[in-house]
């Protein structure tokens, strides 16, 4: 079946400018997850979604980041007045449920601002 | 805070040979743990898991071990191939962690003929 999928797969964006993300994960899979990965470096979680309840938003760096997701389905990351600190990877995941379940992760976004 | 982090950064190894990936996290409420692999440029891919009532787990090619005594986690990949050449994390999906994932800094495996 169909994986995690994210677009687009390259975003290249001035500083200053907003960016939006995006992330269709697994059919059927309630939970959703957002990270971002530097350069060589690991994965930080950003933002989790579990069906309706209210989003686990503790990993947003700042008040620039926020993220939706619609229902059971698509989500967005949105990234406002991007600076170059930002460029980096990011990251989807899903997983049928929540908690100690596996996440499988899309591609990802690269993004890079100039 | 928290933290789960890998004893070595670079892992050169004979092809044919068998990997030691080492990784040691310090959150004892840990009870779920995961080995993804990631190719350049693409996403972590899931490996193989254990959660923290079992020791040891194998898989194809693959196995996981854990000490929980010394909080340490390894994956051995046996007759490694030039196929596994990628970046390996660790992560862990403690109790009051919520549901997210920590991950480590990641092993770099390179695979020589």
């Known amino acids: 079946g169909a994986g995690v999928s994210q677009s687009p797969s390259n975003k290249v964006t001035e500083k200053g400018k907003d960016v939006e993300l995006r992330c269709d994960p697994i059919?059927?899979?309630?939970?959703l997850y957002w990270y971002r990965q530097r350069l060589g470096q690991g994965l930080e979680f950003l933002i989790y979604?579990?069906?309706?309840?209210?989003?686990?938003k503790s990993g947003l760096p700042s008040d620039r980041f926020s993220a939706e997701r619609t229902g059971e389905s698509v989500s967005t990351l949105t990234i406002q007045r991007t600076q170059q600190e930002d460029s980096a990877v990011y990251l989807c995941a899903s997983s049928s449920t929540s908690g100690s379940d596996t996440q499988y992760f899309g591609p990802g976004t690269r993004l890079t601002v100039l | 805070g928290e933290s789960v982090g890998l004893h070595l950064p670079t892992l050169s190894v004979q092809e044919g040979d068998n990997s030691i990936i080492n990784c040691a996290y310090s959150n004892s409420a840990s009870d779920y743990f995961i080995w993804y692999k990631q190719e350049s440029g693409k996403g972590p891919q899931f490996i193989i898991d254990?959660?923290?009532?079992?020791d040891k787990r194998q898989g194809q090619r693959v196995t996981v071990l854990l000490n929980k005594t010394v909080k340490h986690l390894s994956l051995q990949i046996a007759a490694t191939q030039p196929g596994d050449s990628a970046v390996y994390f660790c992560a862990e999906n403690g109790r009051g962690a919520g549901n997210k994932l920590t991950f480590g800094g990641g092993t770099r495996v390179l695979v020589k003929p």
């Open positions: 059919s059927g899979h309630t939970a």
């Open positions: 979604f579990q069906g309706n309840s209210a989003p686990d």
């Open positions: 254990i959660r923290s009532n079992m």
